[in-house]
């Protein structure tokens, strides 16, 4: 194992699997500045427990993870998930048992789950997919990297040696659900989730072994991905782009906006969140999402190093002569503002600034309208083939089958 001698991982066993026993009377100071008080009577449980999400991991998850890392049988059981991508393939034989029971019971599907609801978002994504996965690049992708407690975790994690693969490893679970159906049988979405949960599951037991990481850490306990965390990355994913969608005023019904809602609740549900922190609707999530994306957005060094990252992945700039990384600097700063693009260090193009300011509400109103014409408006045009190639970047690989293994070490680094 990686940073680590055994006792220490022994340790860190023990703290998680003692988790779900924790109460807040254990942790010295309150676990944020102000106290919990998001009603639990506004989540899809309808009540709740009251207990600040930030001392809730994810203990089913946490248990089977860490008995299956500590005794080795990771590569064994990455091996034989491999294969296992589509919803309606049966989870493989030959797992330890407690982990198969794991599965079968985390691949079900909410009892709330609504049909008709995915329905009118799979009719969302076939309409404004352009926008939407514009809004899960530079919206939510970039805002992840102002969030100091998902940065740290990524970079100092395994796939922080490797980020372009991080990244279309992380993309994936954006495009999977864009696909049609996603939660149907021969979507990917259900098996890309609980591969996630295991994933995270896995980061909670070995990040407490990277002295890196413990040394710019401000979790209390040093454990990361809590309830509260995910629920944070949960809002800068869909909060953050609906109220952007309907910034650029993207057309579209209340059925396509409830829809888009339910496909992240039963997201949400998928990856480990309990029913009493999911919001039940759009306002309940942006009053959540105030109390604990708005505080949870800051400037960190591994932030800033993603970002440019990010900015300089080979795709986007090889694919395209005209995108540049400032444009797309400038276009981050469009989106989520001065601050946050400070926070993350983006040079910006003074051109650019001022031309997504003026052109891009107009732009998403003819491109509605199918009106534009290539060679009449040069600026259109370019921001016709703008989200193009956005949309390249991070849906082009929806066609393949990526794989989620479960990580054995921390970023070697
Ligand atoms: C892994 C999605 C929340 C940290 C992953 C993966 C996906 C994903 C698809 C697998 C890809 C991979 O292994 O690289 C999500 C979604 C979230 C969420 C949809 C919330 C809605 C978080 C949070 C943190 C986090 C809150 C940290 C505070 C990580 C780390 C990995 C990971 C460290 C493993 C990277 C490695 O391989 O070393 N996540 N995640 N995630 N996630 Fe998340």
Redesign the pocket.
């Known amino acids: 194992m990686n940073n680590l001698n055994r006792r220490d991982a022994l340790k860190a066993g023990g703290v998680l699997a003692g988790i779900g026993a924790l109460s807040l009377s254990l942790f010295s100071a309150p676990p944020r500045a102000q106290a919990w008080s998001w009603p639990a009577s506004g989540s899809i449980a309808g009540s709740g427990n009251g207990v600040d999400p930030m001392t809730v991991w994810d203990p089913a998850a946490d248990q089977v993870m860490a008995a299956v890392l500590d005794s080795g049988q990771v590569p064994a059981i990455n091996a034989k998930l491999a294969n296992w991508t589509t919803n309606n393939q049966p989870t493989p034989t030959g797992l330890p048992a407690e982990l198969t029971a794991f599965i079968e019971q985390a691949r079900q599907l909410p009892s709330w789950t609504d049909q008709s609801k995915l329905a009118a978002a799979d009719d969302f994504n076939a309409k404004q997919g352009p926008f939407i996965g514009v809004g899960y690049g530079f919206a939510s992708g970039m805002l992840a990297t102002a969030i100091p407690?998902?940065s740290r975790?990524?970079y100092y994690?395994?796939?922080?040696a490797n980020m372009e693969d991080?990244i279309a490893?992380?993309a994936?679970?954006g495009y999977d659900l864009m696909a049609q159906q996603p939660f149907g049988p021969n979507g990917h979405m259900i098996v890309?989730c609980v591969k996630?949960r295991m994933?995270?599951a896995a980061?909670r037991h070995l990040l407490p072994t990277s002295a890196p990481w413990l040394a710019v850490a401000t979790e209390s306990p040093k454990i990361?991905?809590s309830q509260n965390?995910?629920l944070?990355?949960?809002h800068s994913?869909p909060t953050t782009i609906m109220s952007k969608l309907k910034a650029w005023k993207v057309p579209m019904t209340a059925a396509q906006s409830a829809g888009f809602l339910h496909a992240w609740q039963v997201?949400?549900h998928l990856?480990g969140v309990q029913d009493q922190y999911i919001p039940a609707t759009w306002d309940s999530a942006n009053a959540q999402s105030q109390q604990v994306l708005t505080p949870a957005l800051g400037p960190s060094k591994e932030g800033t190093a993603i970002a440019d990252q990010l900015l300089t992945l080979g795709p986007v700039l090889a694919a395209t002569s005209f995108i540049t990384k400032p444009m797309l600097g400038s276009f981050t700063k469009f989106v989520l503002g001065s601050q946050v693009a400070n926070w993350i260090g983006f040079q910006t193009d003074p051109f650019w600034d001022g031309a997504f300011a003026t052109f891009w509400e107009p732009f998403v109103g003819l491109y509605e309208l199918g009106e534009i014409v290539p060679g009449v408006n040069a600026i259109f045009f370019t921001l016709t083939e703008f989200i193009k190639a956005a949309a390249l970047l991070y849906l082009n690989n929806g066609d393949l089958v990526l794989d989620?293994p479960v990580?054995t070490t921390n970023n070697p680094s």
């Open positions: 407690h998902e975790a990524v994690s395994k796939g922080g991080r490893k992380t994936k679970l890309t996630t994933v995270h980061v990361p991905i965390d995910i944070v990355t949960w994913l997201t949400a990856l989620i990580p």
